[in-house]
Every structure is written in C-alpha cells, then in structure tokens.
C-alpha cells in the first residue's frame, strides 16, 4: 500500500528547556521540508502528540529478566549437553613449541580436544588460547585440561605501557617530560606566544574492563551440517558470517548457521566478534558430535575479552585576555596490548573552533590481550584529560569553570544544556562553598560535556523489522539484531503501539534470532536510531493492511479510517482494536519495514550533546573519595522509551563513578598476569557508594527519518568521569591527574599541596 | 571442584576425629572454602562440615558470670543483632561484624569462619603465583611486586595481611575461645588463636588438626567500657579493609582508665599495640593525645613500595576510633 509522497513541511528542534522559566534559554523550532521515501510513514515532529512514546513505559522484558524467565545464553541446555574449558597460556610472551593433546583425549568423560594454536605461533599474552576441551562435567575438563601439555619458549615481556617503547619519558609527578614537536610553520608556539594565560599537564587512566555481568561464551549444537549457536553477542548478524567464514572447512555456508541472542547479558563493545570462544565451542560440539556449552570464567573475562585501555596525556594551551581558547596542543599514548592498536584517544573539538589546534597519538604495545571498543571508545579517557586541563586553565585564568565552557563551547544546543543543568545542580552554590579551614570533609562540584554522533546505521541494504498482526489482536514485532540490555525489546513495542494506537502490552518484541530481519551491531549508539525507523515503517505498512480491511467492512474510505487509542475505524464507525483484527483471516497481516536512508535535508542537530555535574567529598584524612550527587543532562534525537533512556545515561555515571574512583587492573609485572581478575579485589562500584543520581533527558524533534532518534549508549558515559574529577580538584584545590583517583592518590596531592 | 568425602558429623567428637585426618578441612559456612575448591586453590580430601552442629554451637548468650559467650557457629547477622551487643561496650564488636562484607554474606558466614579466614593476598590465592606463602615458592612476591593492599608492620617473610574484622575488636576485649580435640575441651587466650610469628610457612592460625573452635568468650565489661571499630576502605560496597583499629577503653568520667588497641588488615596477623594504648591510660580525650597514640600504633612501620598511604590512613583510623570511643554519648 505505498504511494508516492509529496514533500512535507516539519517542525523540528525543541521547547525551552525548563519552560522558558531561566535566562537565556528559549524555544529553538525551525520549520523543515523533508521528502519522505515512497511508502515510508510520514515523519514525527516537535508538534506530534504521542500517547507512548516519550512516556514511562516499564521494560518490556524486566519481569522476564527479574524473574529468571529470560534466557541468557548461559542458562541454555540441552539433554546431554557437554561442559568446555580453555587451556591459556600462563607465559605473557613466547613460542608454542608443543602441544601434546593424547593424554587430555584419553581422560575418562572427555569428548573432544581441540588445539587452538599451531606450534610454532606465537603466544602473545597470558591467557592466550592454546586448546579447548569438552567433557562431561567441568570437573573432568579440568582434570584434562591439567594433563595437556603445552610447551612455550618464553621471552621477555612488558606488560607496563609507562615503559614500553615509544612511550614518552616522564618527569616529576608523572608528567612527560619531553620537548613538543615544532608545529607547522610554527603557529601552535606563536597562538601560544600570545596567550594572556598559558598550562601545560599530564593525565594518565587505567585500564578498565568490561565487566558484563553474563561472560563470553555460548552453546553450539549441530544438526547434521547445520550449526545453532546460542551466544552472548553484540553482533547477530556479524558474528554469524565471521563463524561460516571461519568454519568453510566443515563444510558450513553462512545460510546453515543460525544464532540466538535473544538475552544478552551486557557487552558494552566486547562482544563484537565470535571470539576464540565462540569459535571453540563450535570446534568442539562438531568433534564431540553433541551440544556444547563453553562460558568464560570471571578471570578470563577480565583477561582475554578486551578492555578500554590506558593512556597517558598532556595538553598545553593558552587563553587571550577574554577567555578564549586560542591555541591547544594535545598528545596522546595509548596501549593496544599486543596488536598496538585501539589505544586511541578522543578529545572534545568544540572548545577550540578559533583556535590553532594540533592533536597527536602514538599507540603503544605491550603484552597483554589487546582492547576493545568499550562504550565511547576513547572519549571518557580523552574527556577526563581535555576537561580536568581546562579547568586548571580556567582556575590559572580567573574564569570559573561554567563560564570558561560558555565562553569556549561552540555548540549551540549544549550551551542551554549548561544553563539548565547547572540551575537544575545548583552549580553556583555548590561552586561557591568554601570548605572551612582544617575541615576534615572537603567538598567540591565539577562538570564536563558530551559528545557523540550517529543518527543510525542507514544500512546497505537496509535493515529490516518484521510486524506482524495476529487475528487474536497481537501484534509481532521482530529484529534479528540484539538488546544487550539497554531496551531495544521495549523501543520497538512502543513505537509498534504508537503507530498502530494500541497499547505497548499488545505488542510482544522479539530480538536475536538470525531468522528474523537483520539489524546492526550494538555499537556506536547504533541500533535505536537505525531501527526504530524500520519498527514504526513495519508497523505503517501492517497499519495499512489493515485499514483497508476495516474499511471495507465499515465502508468508510480509507482514508478516513484510524488506528487511535485502541480502535480502528472513521468517524462514529469504530471496531475495538480486538474486533478489528477478526477480519484478519487464519494467516497475519506480515509486513516488513526496512530502514530507509535518512532524509536529505539538514537534521536539526547532527549530532549528540550532553553536560554532566558532580559533587564530590573528600575525606581529607583518610583519601577516600565520595561521590554525593550528580547530574546529567542529554539529548538523543526523539526519546522514545523514557524509563530506559534515562537508565542509559544514570547507569553511564554509575560506570563512570566506578572508572573515577574504584575500577583499575592491576598487573604483576613479573609474571604478567593479572592480580585481581575477579569481583573482589577489582572494584566496581557498589550500590552503598552510589551518589544520588538524576538525569534530564532532552528530547529533540530531529527530522532525520520518520521518527528522529540518535544514538544514546555512549554520550552519557564520556562526561561522567571528568565531571567527578573536576569535582575532586575544586574540593582538593588541587587536581589529581591520574585515575582512579584512589586514596593513596588523593593524600598524594594534599600532601604535594602543602609541599 | 575436585571430587572430596563430605563428612557430617553426628557430634562435635566425631568432627574433631574426622579433622585430624591428612587433608582434610573443616568447614563452616564455607563462604570462601567454595570459591578456592572450585578454582582449585585448595583440594582437600575430605570436607567435615560443622553446620549439622549448629544447635550446639551457634547462638549468642550471657553466662551467668556476666560473660558473653558467641558460638562458633554463629552468623555474622545473628551476632549483630544480638541485644548484648547494644551497648557501648560492645559497639566495636558490632560495628565490625555489621560492616563485614554484604547482608548476604552476612546471613551465612559464621563467627569463627570469619576469624580463621583465609589471606586474600592476590599472590598466596594465585595458582599461577608460586610464592613463600605454605612453601609454594621461594620468596615472598607481594613484597616485591604489587602491594598496595599488603602489610606495613609486623611481617617477616610475608607481607599477606589478616582479613578478619572481628579478630580486631575481640582481642580489644580480652576474648577468649574454646577448642574441642578429640574429647579435649581447652580455653585459651584470644591472642594465641593467631601465630606469634607470622611466617609464611604458618597458617593463619594455630589450631591443630581436627581442633574445631566451639565458641568466643567476652568478659563482661567494667562500668565505662566503651569499644569502638573503624575500617578504612576503597568501597562501602563490599569491600575489605585497607586499615582497621579495634579500641576498648575505660572511662571514669572523662579519664580513660585502661585501654587496648588492635590494628587490623596492616599485618599478617591481627596486631594488639599495647605500647600505643598505654599512652591513653590517665589521659583526658584530646586531638593531641589521638595523635600521639596513632603515631605509637604505626611506630616500627615499614611500608612497602605501594602501601605507604596506609600510615596516613591507618592513623587518621585509629584517631577516629579513639574519638568515637570516647565521644560524650
């Protein structure tokens, strides 16, 4: 039922955040014409009223999850069901020179032993994957897993990025200590020659993992050439052509495999590829000749499935008389582990616009098990450098640190973010208090901003999304693409009962299964934006199906028929949604909607803002940071699950809390191994050290597509950190530049202070 | 988990038999004891469990002697709520046990359990580490390698620190305990529980084989008793010490009378100083006295490369501890 559209006239942008009520912040609408693809639903705008999107709609899938219904890939088992574990490398560097198997193969309850390193390969980091086993019980595959043989010539390694090669020499207190580079034509010197107010300093992160609360792994299980997996992946749809790739020679096409991922218990962009795990499992169960379950314990976990690497930092700039950032030079080193690569580096580029800028990154190797993407990669390590730089900028200039952003951000939307967020915090009082002289308890407040960028994966060729429409008066609506957790489920049930005026509870959402239409990777704040589009053009098109039905049996036309608050019909001529879908014969309406490219006209905001603010007290005795409260505010296109897009950005500060002040590995130099691959000794923060968390999820009409919405997953979680350690220099006076900011740090730089 | 006889004994004598054979442990709550079987950390043979015991040896009483009497068995849960840990007396005692990991942890681990507790250094709970710790290892790799969590006084050849929050407070007490071996019922001083030299080769306690601990004696406290326990940590959250004092002091009016400090979680055994809390004996309350006592608490500290915050923090503990302790109401 498509027809051709003609150009349609939107209103785009967004009322005045807090209601015109604070200065300087007024409603920002802009009329656009935007031309629809031919039979996609007509778009959404600032002045569309919504009964569901938008709203506090709860997770669709909470009770399943809270209730132990869902299904993780863990929890999946099948009579027979064999148990598998990887033998790792204990030797950080080396050469496999053998791998003698026979004996592990011989063991009673062991059904398949698989080498997953061919002699003479290198053994890059400990926990590299030499073989895998599968036996009847766990207890037998180590039993076997402790009888193979693997000999390794070792080398000598570094597992420490400060002294790895081409890492830069430091100096006092763990600045680099090393001349700049001449810039071209020598203009970042001459900005800075003419700077009223000059800083130069070095940050340093650590290591954070992951940490997903349900490991890497899954379940393989072959019907004669047919490979079904169960995975807890990001990926559906990649990583099942990665193991057709990498499993031809058993004579698997990518047609025969197929992937559930219907529960994910979290990634955060370690799950992206199989994995050598993932591969493993299928070896075996296809050697075994039955299923297989292989799941990673909690130290390979922190060990052999990525991180977001460490990094050391150093900026200089300068500001002119008026607090203008005119010159900014920024170098970074980052670890990629044994590849040297993924230590990269982000840094805000909205401060600097006027500016002669230079940005530089070396990437740095050492021998631990390389990183991966984790939610903004590099931005939360780049923005706790760039915005704790700035404000020791601002504090040498005079210029408090909202006033330095309001003078520097060259964004126009995030500008009404800081002067909401801050009278929302209460920054001016907070930034005012004086801590007593000799107080135990020093408080502080600090800010950053956000920044990301992805108005959806427009796919080539387009993503899909099935929506089907049952007799009974359910509604389908189906993606082959994964919710790791963050609502994917729950958007798509609401976008279905906005567009088909039902209730969210009409509709059951199922996600994660490679038979259903494909969809992108959870990555890059992807699949929101790229698939909402796809979910409401499904359900237009089963709409339509069903308005012609019903108009047919009202005799109305068509185009006067409905589908609004839980009726179909024109008019006085109604059918309840249930009646309505009666006419549907013994076969659904079947519609696929795919997701179209996005609009040729300009989006209202390209892309995503956000500013954080954090409260801070220090005891000063004991260096124990605390985190009191924060505050985020954040847009991402049109909001459609509320509940959920506000879980995204508290549970990003949360993260970030716990990369400020709790989470670092902690590496034996000697061995190469990692000392706290577990729960206890690496700290995640915990609910008793929680701040009190509020967010304000900024709504815009984008005008992108049909339904506007960008990316939410990674732009919380890059302000959050920065924001708590600008908190810790106003409360300290003093800035600590290295994360975590544990209490041995803290009482470092009280006790430099004095000094 | 390797496979091991699990022995429920019918009586504390049978448990006690079935301890003394080669390998095998006892088990209490076994909060931690599963965690190192499934990783293999720890292979016993047989596993006695003591909790078919519990009627007899768990619960919290006061003897007629005025003595509180904590059984073995007890969880951490039943101990905090008991109402004989409500007063100021006992409000170290209670404040140690409330702050012990998570409610759920709480619910379950018992009293000696959390005593006898294994180290939670990073090297001796590493299968890949061999270190001095039960002679796995020629030397010690914490004390050379990372030891931001490790001792800072009192070790010798180990630098593992003692993880019990109860240890602490208890001795601040004068606690005593009980053992049964075989149909050998001793008591002994609190103290003795832990090894005078605290080796790597030594256990983190000196029970015998098969010696089963069946309850913790507090003596009823003086008239202006008052105890106190802070910990310093990274998390509220569960998480352990980095540093924690133990006080038990005295009061006549605004006089401390006597006084006993323990450090906990800064060497490899719970750590009494007495020379520390003699300077309070006579004194009145004051931020200079803390001070001065805090100081003589780490006097001898020798921090390692990555520990030394531990001093500072260690101290502005023990401070507080005295503070609270001595705080008006």
Not at chain 1, 420 to 427: C, D, K, L, Y
Not at chain 1, 679 to 697: I, N
Not at chain 2, 12 to 20: H, N, T, V
Not at chain 2, 37 to 43: H, I, P
């Amino acid at each position: 039922m498509s027809s051709p559209r003609d150009p349609v006239e939107i209103t785009v942008g967004y009322r005045a955040l807090g209601n015109n009520a604070l200065p300087g912040l007024q409603d920002r609408l802009e009329k656009r014409t935007v031309q629809p693809k031919e039979g996609d639903a007509p778009p959404w705008d600032a002045n569309t009223q919504f009964a569901y999107v938008g709203t506090d709609v709860d997770r669709v899938d909470g009770l399943a999850k809270a209730t132990g219904r869902a299904k993780y890939s863990y929890d999946i088992t099948f009579p027979g069901l064999l148990q598998a574990m990887i033998l790792r490398s204990p030797v950080a560097k080396g050469k496999l020179t053998g791998l003698l198997l026979d004996e592990a193969k011989g063991m009673p309850g062991i059904a398949a032993v698989v080498p997953l390193k061919e002699i003479g390969h290198q053994v890059r980091f400990v926990g590299d994957a030499l073989a895998a086993v599968a036996g009847t019980t766990l207890h037998a595959v180590r039993d076997a897993i402790e009888r193979i043989r693997a000999d390794i010539a070792a080398e000598e390694h570094n597992v420490d990025y400060i002294v790895a090669d081409k890492a830069p020499q430091l100096g006092d207190g763990g600045q680099i200590d090393e001349p700049w580079p001449e810039s071209k034509d020598n203009e970042i010197e001459q900005a800075l020659g003419t700077a009223a107010v000059q800083h130069t300093a070095t940050y340093r992160v650590e290591v954070q993992t992951h940490s997903s609360l349900e490991t890497h792994g899954g379940v393989a299980k072959w019907n004669g050439n047919d490979l079904e997996i169960w995975l807890s992946t990001q990926a559906t749809f990649g990583v099942r052509g990665e193991l057709a790739r990498a499993l031809q020679g058993k004579g698997l096409d990518v047609g025969s495999v197929t992937l559930h991922a219907e529960y994910v218990g979290g990634g955060f962009g370690s799950k992206f590829s199989a994995g050598i795990e993932g591969l493993a499992v299928c070896l075996l169960a296809h050697a075994a000749k039955a299923p297989v379950k292989l799941m990673l314990d909690r130290f390979e976990e922190h060990t052999t499935t990525g991180n977001r690497p460490g990094a050391l930092m150093q900026a200089r700039a300068g500001v002119d008389k008026d607090g203008k950032i005119v010159a900014w030079d920024w170098r970074s080193f980052g670890h990629g582990g044994f590849t040297g690569s993924g230590g990269s580096v982000a840094v805000p580029n909205y401060y600097t616009g006027a500016a002669k800028v230079r940005r530089d990154h070396k990437e740095l190797v050492i021998d631990t098990d390389p990183p991966r993407p984790m939610r903004a990669p590099g931005h939360p390590q780049g923005w706790f450098g760039a915005e704790l730089f700035l404000d020791e900028l601002a504090a040498k200039a005079g210029i408090d640190p909202l006033e330095f952003r309001l003078r520097n951000d060259a964004e126009a939307i995030r500008l009404d973010q800081w002067r909401f967020g801050a009278a929302r915090f209460g920054w001016d009082k907070g930034r005012a208090h004086q801590n007593a002289p000799g107080a135990r308890l020093l408080r502080g407040v600090g800010l950053s901003s956000a920044r990301w960028g992805n108005l959806g994966n427009q796919g080539r060729p387009p993503h899909g999304i099935t929506c089907r429409i049952h007799q009974d008066g359910t509604v389908e609506s189906r993606s082959g693409a994964q919710d790791i957790g963050v609502g994917l489920k729950t958007v798509m049930a609401i976008v279905t009962a906005e567009e088909l005026g039902i209730t969210p509870g009409h509709v059951k959402a199922t996600t994660g299964h490679t038979s259903d239409p494909s969809g992108p990777a959870s990555g890059g704040s992807m699949v929101t934006p790229s698939l909402a589009p796809a979910v409401r053009h499904a359900a237009f098109l089963a709409k339509q199906a069903l308005v012609e039905m019903v108009a047919k049996h009202l005799g109305v036309p068509m185009s006067e028929v409905q589908c609004k608050g839980g009726k179909v019909g024109a008019g006085t001529a109604q059918l309840s949604w249930a009646d309505a879908c009666k006419l549907i014969g013994p076969n659904p309406i079947d519609e696929r909607g795919t997701r179209q490219a996005n609009y040729d006209s300009k989006p209202f905001h390209p892309t995503q803002c956000g500013a954080q603010f954090a409260e801070v007290e220090i005891d000063r005795a004991t260096g124990v940071v605390r985190v009191l409260r924060m505050f985020g505010i954040q847009d991402c296109g049109l909001v459609i699950a509320k509940k959920q897009a506000e879980s995204q950005v508290l549970g990003a500060m949360i993260q970030g809390v716990s990369y400020a002040i709790h989470e670092q590995r902690i590496m034996d130099k000697r061995s190469g191994r990692m000392l706290n691959g577990d729960f206890l000794r690496y700290k995640v923060t915990g609910t008793q050290d929680l701040p009190e968390l509020a967010c304000h999820m900024h709504s815009i009409a984008n005008g992108h597509d049909s339904v506007g919405a960008a990316g939410l997953g990674e732009p919380p979680s890059v302000a959050s950190a920065a924001a708590i350690a600008n908190a810790v220099f106003h409360a300290l006076g003093t800035p600590v530049r290295h994360l975590p900011i544990t209490p041995d740090k803290v009482l470092a730089a009280l006790a430099s202070k004095k000094g | 988990m390797k496979p091991f006889t699990y022995v429920v004994p019918r009586s504390l004598q049978e448990a006690s038999e079935a301890g003394k054979q080669p390998d095998t442990v006892l088990k209490g709550a076994g909060v931690d004891l599963i965690d190192r079987m499934k990783e293999r950390l720890q292979t016993p043979t047989h596993v006695v469990n003591l909790l078919p015991l519990k009627d007899a040896l768990a619960g919290v009483a006061v003897e007629a002697n005025g003595e509180l009497r904590i059984g073995a068995l007890t969880t951490l849960t039943q101990l905090e709520q008991h109402t004989a840990l409500a007063g100021r007396a006992f409000e170290g005692l209670r404040l140690a046990t409330g702050m012990t990991a998570t409610p759920q942890v709480r619910n379950r681990a018992t009293v000696a359990g959390n005593i006898l507790q294994f180290t939670r250094c990073w090297y001796v709970r590493s299968e890949a580490h061999r270190c001095l710790h039960g002679g796995r290892g020629p030397t010690c790799l914490a004390m050379t390698g990372e030891n931001r969590f490790h001792a800072v006084l009192g070790w010798q050849d180990c630098v593992r620190v003692h993880p019990s929050n109860l240890a602490p407070p208890l001795l601040a007490m004068g606690a005593e305990y009980t053992t049964t071996l075989g149909d050998k019922v001793t008591r002994r001083k609190f103290a003795d529980l832990f090894p005078a030299e605290p080796r790597a080769q030594n256990p983190e306690h000196t029970l015998l084989p098969g010696e089963v601990v069946t309850a913790i004696h507090v003596p009823p406290q003086p008239a202006g008793a008052r105890s106190f326990y802070c910990e310093s940590r990274e998390k509220l959250s569960f998480d352990w010490a980095t540093t924690a004092c133990a006080v038990r002091l005295v009061m006549d009016g605004d006089t401390i009378t006597a006084a006993d400090l323990v450090l906990g979680a800064v060497a490899p055994v719970p750590l009494p100083r007495p020379n520390a809390a003699k300077l309070l004996v006579g004194q009145k309350a004051s931020e200079q006295l803390f001070q001065k006592v805090a100081d003589a608490a780490f006097a001898g500290a020798n921090p390692l490369a990555h520990n030394a915050y531990k001093l500072t923090v260690g101290k502005a503990i023990v401070r507080d501890a005295l503070s609270h302790a001595t705080r008006q109401s």
